[in-house]
RNA sequence: GAGGGCGUAGCUCAGUAGGUUAGAGCGACAGUUUGUGGCACUGUAGGCCGUGGGUUCGAGACCCAUCGUUCUCCCCA
């Protein structure tokens, strides 16, 4: 027999992280409702072909992928070991593998909406909060098995959904306490870049490259630009462009005599100024940061995009979203746009435990231990505690008759606050001695007042 | 996919230039008048030194491989 152990990048969480990551949840949840969010599951596996082909080919490497049951059938030996031919190819075939984990939730959630438009009332608003599976290399910040939260708009074409989303962010993470900066840009004003410099198709190589900007610094982003044919002069754009900086409405300004007349382009800013204007009134506009450096990898996202840092943490974002004009027709149902959002709860997990943002007061524990010390003391507590747990007091009774030495440590190890002796002498007298254990104070108390003593 | 660090007791780690029976702290368990804890003291248990090869008279230490883990790059939450 082997050592146990857990796969890779997968984690146990105690109770004291369950309550914790409750607790991010919680608030999220509540957030989303009180935006008008209604809860959506899908299954954590999907078939395989709904998945693959729509996050690029890195992702398509990085899905997890379900073997097939009865590949040991003798009837099928043939296809079987044609399929594991191509496999070994690097191809994919559905006589090894048909089904495969969920990726992410917005794939799913398309996938649910091209089955469901007939039903659904649009438009559409609904929040997930379930696990996804990545193959990844696990590194900090980073595992196999993460939680997400998302919240999305389906049917609808207005910006107020933008505005909305973007106000879900900032109430989520002030009543987390937690200090984030929502950088936000549009794809239209990438696409319009693009289309001043080299023309549209070189959209793609240009935002790699742009995004790459913080990391590896602009002589190596220039180099790259270069190696993919963009000209002195185009390369000379993409820096003035790269250069911007000042205030939202002085970037901005910056932005609009770089690109001219450009349609996209101008659209994009039309967009963005609509977004922190409305948010200007409402006060939510001090966090956020046009950056027009932010690409976001996912190549279906067609208007706005945002994605959300923690001030002053070493982490990667810790959420991200946009606008995607047509994801449903991946699935045959066309014509139906939509924006979301989506919170990285591991990671929002990570950096409120290093900055010890967690409230004290959500480690919740039993409130009262009652001691045993023998049959028919046991049996009078029982009845006692029964009383405590119909008036909500959450309490439970040493299953033992030990030591008192033994029973004390047990409830000092779980953080009890009372204990509750009934021993013969307390059971003559129908009463207990309560003691709290951090005062170390001491009392006796009838059994009809017990109840009432501690509520 | 590429490249580093690390695997010794349940946990955190020592283990000197290879040299006898492998160490500490914490934890666990037991005891210090079998109805009053936290402290202290005493004692006990617990290690194929990740695994497999190799070098050597001799390997926990050195070399190779392998597995696990962790970090960085890529990509992402």
């Known amino acids: 027999m082997s050592k146990p152990s857990l796969p890779?990048?997968?984690?146990?969480?105690?109770?004291?992280?369950?309550?914790?990551?409750?607790?991010?949840f919680q608030t999220i949840r509540s957030v989303f409702e009180t935006f008008g969010f209604q809860p959506l599951e899908t299954p954590?596996?999907?078939?395989?072909?709904?998945?693959?082909?729509?996050?690029?080919?890195?992702?398509?490497?990085?899905?997890?992928?379900?073997?097939?049951?009865g590949l040991d059938n003798p009837t099928k030996t043939e296809q079987v070991q044609a399929g594991f031919e191509k496999i070994t190819q690097g191809k994919s075939s559905t006589a090894i593998t048909e089904r495969?984990?969920?990726?992410?939730?917005?794939?799913?959630?398309?996938?649910?909406?091209?089955?469901?438009?007939?039903?659904?009332?649009?438009?559409?608003?609904?929040?997930?909060?379930?696990?996804?599976w990545r193959a990844d290399r696990p590194q900090k910040?980073?595992?196999r098995e993460f939680y997400q939260c998302d919240a999305d708009i389906v049917g609808s074409e207005s910006l107020l959904n933008e505005v909305d989303l973007i106000a879900i962010y900032v109430t989520a993470f002030e009543k987390l306490q937690l200090p984030v900066e929502i950088k936000i840009n549009n794809r239209k004003i990438l696409l319009g870049l693009a289309q001043v410099c080299g023309g549209e198709d070189k959209m793609i190589d240009l935002t790699i490259a742009i995004d790459k900007l913080d990391k590896i610094g602009w002589e190596?982003?220039?180099?790259?630009?270069?190696?993919?044919?963009?000209?002195?002069?185009?390369?000379?754009?993409?820096?003035?462009?790269?250069?911007?900086?000042g205030t939202n409405i002085e970037k901005i300004n910056q932005l609009k005599t770089l690109l001219g007349d450009n349609e996209n382009g101008q659209k994009g800013i039309e967009e963005l100024n609509f977004v922190l204007d409305y948010h200007e009134a409402t006060g939510m506009a001090k966090h956020l940061v046009a950056d027009f450096t932010l690409a976001r990898g996912l190549n279906y996202y067609t208007g706005l995009i945002f994605e959300v840092k923690a001030l002053d943490a070493q982490m990667g974002s810790i959420g991200g979203g946009g606008r995607y004009n047509d994801l449903t027709s991946l699935f045959g149902v066309p014509n139906i746009p939509g924006v979301g959002i989506s919170f990285g709860v591991d990671r929002i997990y990570d950096v409120l435990e290093e900055k010890q943002l967690f409230?004290?007061?959500?480690?919740?524990?039993?409130?009262?231990l009652f001691f045993n010390l023998g049959e028919a003391e046991s049996k009078a507590a029982y009845l006692q505690m029964t009383a405590l747990r119909n008036k909500k007091i959450a309490c439970e009774i040493y299953p033992e008759k030990s030591k008192f030495d033994k029973q004390f440590k047990y409830a000092e190890k779980k953080n009890i606050q009372n204990i509750v002796i009934i021993g013969s002498e307390e059971l003559a007298q129908q009463q207990c001695t309560v003691k709290?254990?951090?005062?170390?104070?001491?009392?006796?108390?009838?059994?009809?007042?017990?109840?009432?003593?501690?509520?």
């Open 141 to 143: 910040g980073r595992y």
């Open 359 to 368: 409230p004290a007061t959500i480690e919740s524990t039993t409130q009262v």
């Open 44 to 69: 954590a596996m999907e078939n395989l072909d709904t998945l693959m082909g729509k996050y690029g080919e890195e992702g398509d490497k990085l899905i997890f992928k379900i073997l097939n049951n």
């Open 220 to 245: 190596k982003v220039k180099e790259e630009l270069n190696n993919k044919g963009f000209s002195e002069q185009q390369q000379d754009i993409v820096a003035q462009y790269l250069n911007i900086s």
């Open 100 to 132: 495969a984990l969920r990726y992410d939730l917005t794939i799913p959630f398309a996938r649910f909406v091209a089955m469901n438009h007939g039903a659904l009332t649009f438009p559409y608003k609904r929040y997930q909060i379930q696990p996804v």
């Open 8 to 24: 890779q990048g997968t984690r146990d969480f105690n109770a004291a992280t369950v309550q914790k990551r409750q607790y991010i």
């Open 436 to 455: 709290n254990l951090n005062t170390g104070n001491q009392s006796t108390i009838a059994f009809e007042a017990l109840a009432n003593f501690f509520s």
